[in-house]
T-cell receptor, first 120, second 113 residues
């Protein structure tokens, strides 16, 4: 069973540019979450998509956006890049979107290897 | 103040030692507590999760939660060089009708043969 695939693995962009990252979840998984990981802040939640709808959003500016397609593949876009956007961007997929009445059954998140974005 | 605090390390121990990794938190709404392991150049993988206060054991790993003190720990017995990785604690709670996960910054562990 193929894991979560993120493309590209590495990216170098210039300040002011925009970038689109892609995530293909595990087959059958409908929930995709995006995280930003930096040495100083650790893993920070960006947003979560489930069945093409954004279900949850972290505290990031509007320059960060995403979408999910009918095949559950997801893209994340960052516009007007800043130096501080340099980070490892991780995508995680799970079978279902965690709901308050459910435990962790079927909600375990499987992470991809990430996209390392460097803004210069 | 961050909702979840975790000592970044690095923590260096000899092979066979008992390792203790810790996180403190401030949000009483956190319901589920998880530990992830992240090898270099890889995404995090879920190691253990627990809901209630107390201990949960899985092989060489024991997760401990003390909700009254807002403190969680991961113990690794008989540590191996293959345990060298960054360990992230994570906590889940209800936010806006859906579960939200907050991660610690991670503790880098090195087990020396």
């Amino acid at each position: 069973k193929a894991g979560v695939t993120q493309t590209p693995r590495y990216l170098i962009k210039t300040r002011g540019q925009q970038v689109t990252l892609s995530c293909s979840p595990i087959s059958g998984h409908r929930s995709v979450s995006w995280y930003q990981q930096t040495p100083g802040q650790g893993l920070q939640f960006l947003f979560e998509y489930f069945s093409e709808t954004q279900r949850n959003k972290g505290n990031f500016p509007g320059r960060f956006s995403g979408r999910q397609f009918s095949n559950s593949r997801s893209e994340m876009n960052v516009s007007t890049l800043e130096l501080g956007d340099s980070a490892l961007y991780l995508c995680a997929s799970s079978l279902t979107s965690p709901r308050p009445d459910r435990g962790l059954t079927n909600t375990e998140a499987f992470f991809g290897q990430g996209t390392r974005l460097t803004v210069v | 103040q961050k909702e979840v605090e975790q000592d970044p390390g690095p923590l260096s121990v000899p092979e066979g030692a008992i390792v203790s990794l810790n996180c403190t938190y401030s949000n009483s709404a956190f319901q589920y507590f998880m530990w992830y392991r992240q090898y270099s150049r890889k995404g995090p993988e879920l190691l253990m999760y627990t809901y209630s206060s107390g201990n949960k054991e899985d092989g060489r790993f024991t997760a401990q939660v003390d909700k009254s003190s807002k403190y969680i720990s991961l113990f690794i017995r008989d540590s191996q060089p293959s345990d060298s990785a960054t360990y992230l604690c994570a906590m889940r709670h209800l936010s806006g009708g859906y579960q939200k996960v907050t991660f610690g910054t991670g503790t880098k562990l090195q087990v020396i043969p």
